[in-house]
Antibody, heavy 120, light 111 residues
Framework: QVQLQESGPGLVKPSQTLSLTCTVS??????????WSWIRQPAGKGLECIGH???????NYNPSLKSRVTISVDTSKNQFSLKLTSVTAADTAVYYC????????????WGQGTLVTASS | QSVLTQPPSVSGAPGQRVTISCTGS?????????VQWYQQLPGTAPKLLIY???NRPSGVPDRFSGSKSGTSASLAITGLQAEDEADYYC???????????FGGGTKLTVL
């Protein structure tokens, strides 16, 4: 079955760029079965969709983050990535990558999540 | 302030039945978009419990069930067990915001 694993720095300085990668196994990222997604969760708070990318390269971003977000895909490595610019303390959260199933409109499966702290 | 509104907490004794509500609007649940439910155990990633309003993925016990009516949806858990203590989130799509949205989450305590 599909499995996802996030990787990237756990600490980012304010005003700098947060960069994370999600490695997909168990399916080709080009299969067309999923929208490859990023979701975040600040400590003790709820879930927020950041955006997703389809195998064609088309993207959809949360309007509240759109000016700072870029999601890209590397089919040769079966990975997709997140970049969030000009981070502040408010961007400190656990970041999850997840597969948005196109047929069922649900996020399944999820990666285990990675904590990113924005601090100097 | 979440687009989908859930009660912050619910509780029940072992063996009892509890329900968790998820209230949306005409741009999400009321527009016909499907509702999903996720269970998040402490320190872990959310896990899909219900998709397309009422469907359980394989491996999810039939103690969990979902329903939808109008601009709201509900998750019911029967035969409550200690292992059900977790946070539960509803999720749908909002056409006004053009983004997938989650409820604020409900913490279930098994007394």
């Amino acid at each position: 079955q599909v499995q996802l694993q996030e990787s990237g720095p756990g600490l980012v300085k304010p005003s700098q760029t947060l960069s994370l990668t999600c490695t997909v196994s168990g399916d080709s990222i080009s299969s067309g079965n999923y929208y490859w997604s990023w979701i975040r969760q600040p400590a003790g708070k709820g879930l927020e969709c950041i955006g997703h990318i389809y195998t064609s390269g088309s993207t959809n971003y949360n309007p509240s983050l759109k000016s700072r977000v870029t999601i890209s895909v590397d089919t040769s490595k079966n990975q997709f990535s997140l970049k969030l610019t000009s981070v502040t303390a408010a961007d400190t959260a656990v970041y999850y990558c997840a597969a948005l199933n196109r047929g069922k409109d649900c996020f399944d499966p999820w990666g285990q999540g990675t904590l990113v702290t924005a601090s100097s | 302030q979440s687009v989908l509104t859930q009660p912050p907490s619910v509780s029940g004794a072992p063996g009892q039945r509890v329900t968790i509500s998820c209230t949306g609007s005409s741009s999400n649940i009321g527009a016909g978009y499907a509702v999903q439910w996720y269970q998040q155990l402490p320190g872990t990633a959310p896990k899909l419990l219900i998709y397309a309003n009422t469907n359980r993925p394989s491996g999810v016990p039939d103690r969990f069930s979902g329903s939808k009516s109008g601009t709201s949806a509900s998750l019911a858990i029967t035969g409550l067990q200690a292992e059900d203590e977790a946070d539960y989130y509803c999720q749908s799509y909002d056409s006004s915001l053009s983004v997938w949205v989650f409820g604020g989450g409900t913490k279930l305590t098994v007394l």
